[in-house]
């Protein structure tokens, strides 16, 4: 299987592709700086490196890009920086997700392709109608209008979940939301649920970012795992 992950430098990313690279795939990072990728990766024979910025690629070298991946991983985000908060580009994980599904849908193959988009669980999944505290909503529409990663990251999952849906004949999807990041070194044992279990504002859960890329991983390389998530969005925390 081939594998082509965006955001594979960032610190999520770079776990990512060594858990699928381990489990004998073939991966493709586009990255900006390929100095990022740690060194135990960097020069794997099944690693293929494309140094660009995902938002200068050409259509015509997106679609090429695409071409033969029978998944595409997204681990973007924004920085946390003030340029990276509250500067461009606002819509970065909405533009990629945007771009590759125009990408894959241009070249119509015959095979359906897996979009995996690493999220958060302070983005509520609309189509279960997830339930909300009045504070907790009210906070959220504040953070929507005050922080453009909020925004972003929900206009991205609304694009798989509203505009590509559950039954396009090209693209299928799973979109992974982890509450407060984490860095741990090895994968624990983590629980994985349909919706929220607590409020990703008033009482957040922890997730550490090696076990999102194990489930990540999971999803893109085994069957059932991703039979039994695809169309969804799951929310995972550490145990």
């Known amino acids: 299987m081939t594998i082509l992950v965006f955001g594979g430098s960032g610190a999520t990313g770079r776990l990512l592709v060594e858990q699928l690279l381990g489990r004998g795939q073939n991966v493709k990072v586009i990255v900006r700086s390929p100095d990022n990728l ?3 990766i960097k ?3 099944h690693l293929s490196i494309i140094n660009a910025s995902i938002l200068d690629i050409s259509d015509a070298d997106m679609i090429q890009h695409v071409k033969g991946c029978e998944a595409v991983a997204s681990c973007l985000g924004h920085n946390l920086s003030l340029r990276g908060i509250w500067g461009p580009p606002f819509r970065l994980v909405t533009d990629a997700i945007r771009r590759i599904c125009e990408a894959i849908k241009a070249n119509n193959s015959e095979m359906q392709t897996k979009i995996v988009l690493m999220n958060t669980a302070g983005n509520s ?3 279960l109608k997830e339930p909300m505290s009045i504070a ?3 906070v959220m529409s504040l953070l929507r209008v005050l922080l453009p990663p909020q925004a972003d990251n929900e206009k991205a999952a ?3 979940r509203v ?3 559950q039954n396009d004949r090209l693209i299928n999807w799973a979109i992974v939301r982890p509450d407060t990041l984490i860095n741990e070194i090895d994968v624990t044992e983590y629980e994985i649920h349909v919706s929220p279990i607590r409020s990703a504002v008033f009482n957040p859960g922890k997730t550490s970012r090696i076990n999102v890329s194990h489930f990540m991983a999971d999803l893109i390389t085994d ?3 991703w039979d039994k998530w695809k169309g969804q969005m ?3 925390y550490n145990k």
Request: glycine share 4%.
């Open 163 to 165: 505009l590509i849906g």
């Open 223 to 225: 069957k059932d795992i």
């Open 125 to 127: 999944n609309r189509d």
């Open 38 to 40: 740690p060194a135990t």
């Open 158 to 160: 609304d694009y798989l």
């Open 136 to 138: 907790q909503k009210c």
């Open 234 to 236: 799951p929310v995972i």
């Open 43 to 45: 020069n794997h024979q």
